[in-house]
């Protein structure tokens, strides 16, 4: 039977659940890793010349938020973190660091509840980490500017599954190598859906959705999608 490519929204699951999600990207996994050539390349094309682009034309904007994340708290500019790229590659993420310079043990930093929420969600409601500065560009997405650098240098794409931790691909399971078949990107199906509004299992199925159905079409109305979150500012914590 052939594959439907229509690409419906799976929010609110319907008749994509996570459970059927994964079963696809199991049995039917040739599907997932199908080859794309003309796509992949004006992909990358576009990748390389929209964040060189930006890079030129917004220089001045990583200079001011540069002195001000300086300024405000004490620590470096930026924050690098590790993160599992295609073919289970691992490269260094760069973002403005939002969150204080604190050396203690994370243990040390929350409470139990809160624990529990970062090692089941990866993330902290009203994290208290972050500082206030921090709090803003989070809630802007302008922490995740330095991310561009990452698309320039083919790490990442302006379009792909959000890049992880590599604990957190044990979450997939069997459908841990559909996930790291593609570039993970700044933005993603599961970041213009919800985003933080979104719980873990769920946004698992969107991630596995997007690279059932990846289209030049596909993401360009993602893009679309979440400049209209950034905007409003929903999702974003």
Known sequence: MQPNN???????VGQNTLE????????D??????????????KRFFDIFLSGMFLLVFCWLYLILAILVKATSKGPVFYRHKRIGKNGKPFSMYKFRTMK????????????????Q?????????????????????KTSLDELPQIFNVFIGNMSIVGPRPIIDIETDKYGLTRNVL????????SYW???GRSNVDYTERI???LYYIKHRSLWFDIKIIFRTFIKVFKNEGAK
């Open 6 to 12: 229509k690409p419906n929204p799976p929010s609110n």
């Open 20 to 27: 059927i999600q994964k079963i696809e990207a199991t049995v």
């Open 29 to 42: 996994s040739a599907y997932y890793f199908r080859k794309k050539p003309v796509y992949s390349f004006v």
């Open 101 to 116: 310079d604190d050396k203690r043990p994370i243990e040390e930093q929350l409470t139990p509840e809160q624990l529990k």
């Open 118 to 138: 970062f090692y089941t969600e990866f993330k902290v409601d009203n994290d208290p980490r972050i500082t206030k500065f921090g709090k803003f560009l989070r």
């Open 180 to 187: 790291l078949s593609v570039r993970p990107g700044i933005t």
């Open 191 to 193: 970041a213009c859906h």
């Open 205 to 207: 199925n969107m991630e």
